[in-house]
């Protein structure tokens, strides 16, 4: 099904992830699409995996790092001019890193929300001009069940996708006259890159039952550092609905996609 023919789309953390399988799956549903990541050769990759379902075509590739103002000011406005205009954003950019909040340095704690809330903010600000300019226009954010369910020795990372989400429902309100709406996707027990290395970055005295809460109840074979993980076109899927018509009366809210894991 093409339920994005016609569609321009800018899609942050395109390298890798949830944010490569989102433009994967928005460029199958017929979107044009610019992948924007600091990893230029994860998007290499995206690229390349876009060629081999014959959808290379409707791709450009942007480097573009979130946390820094004039690359994103430059990023979007290449983003704008690739495309012709702009339809849709989808902000999947982020990082994560863990430690005993006691212990964690204002220089760790300021980089994660740099990236993730400000960074968001920045991608945002830069592409409201060119969403506004349609009569209907859409911002997917990504925040992350961190922001409403507890997660060990992730403060500062719960603490921004909590600000993102408080953000989306701010933009919802102020812009729905406007035609754009703007909705959280919240995505936990996700394999990605990130959960790849998280146990990397827990603490060495870290209290592992505190884990216990954070695992799907749904079946699945995928697994990151022994947890049980979902498919990141999962939450791609949910993303191409709701940038699509099927997702014209959706904003100002959040969906939470985890296969269960806070039932």
């Given at each position: 099904m093409k339920r994005l023919e016609a569609s321009r789309v800018l899609?942050?953390?395109?390298?890798?992830?949830?944010g490569r399988a989102t433009a994967l799956r928005l460029l199958d549903e017929g979107a044009a699409v610019v992948a924007a990541d600091i990893a230029t050769g994860g998007l290499e990759k995206t690229r390349a995996l876009a060629g081999e379902a014959g959808t290379g075509e409707q791709l450009t590739t942007v480097e573009m790092d979130v946390g820094a103002e004039n690359?994103?000011?430059d990023g979007v406005r290449a983003a704008v001019r690739a495309l012709g205009g702009l339809d849709?954003?989808?902000?999947?950019?982020?990082?994560?890193?863990?430690?005993?909040?006691e212990q964690m340095s204002l220089q760790q704690w300021n980089h994660i929300i740099t990236v993730n809330l400000t960074g968001t903010f920045l991608v945002v600000r830069e592409a409201l001009p060119a969403l506004l300019e349609n009569p209907r226009s859409t911002v997917v954010n990504f925040s992350s069940t961190s922001a409403c369910f507890a997660h060990p020795y992730m403060a500062a990372?719960?603490?921004?996708?909590?600000?993102?989400?408080?953000?989306?429902?701010a933009l919802a309100l102020e812009y729905a006259r406007r035609g754009l709406r703007a909705v959280c996707v919240a995505p936990g027990s996700i394999k990605t890159g990130i959960t790849d290395t998280t146990a990397g970055y827990?603490?060495?005295?870290a209290d592992w039952s505190l884990f216990s809460r954070l695992s799907p109840i749904l079946p699945?074979?995928?697994e990151s550092s022994g947890a049980p993980m979902g498919d990141p076109a999962a939450v791609a899927g949910v993303v191409?609905?709701?940038?699509?018509?099927?997702?014209?009366?959706?904003?100002?809210t959040e969906i939470r996609i985890d296969g269960g894991t806070h039932a």
């Open positions: 899609v942050t953390g395109a390298a890798s992830g949830i690359s994103v000011i849709a954003l989808v902000n999947a950019a982020g990082m994560l890193r863990a430690a005993h909040t990372y719960a603490a921004s996708k909590g600000g993102v989400q408080s953000f989306t429902h827990i603490p060495t005295d699945t074979t995928l191409a609905m709701l940038v699509s018509e099927d997702g014209a009366f959706i904003t100002g």
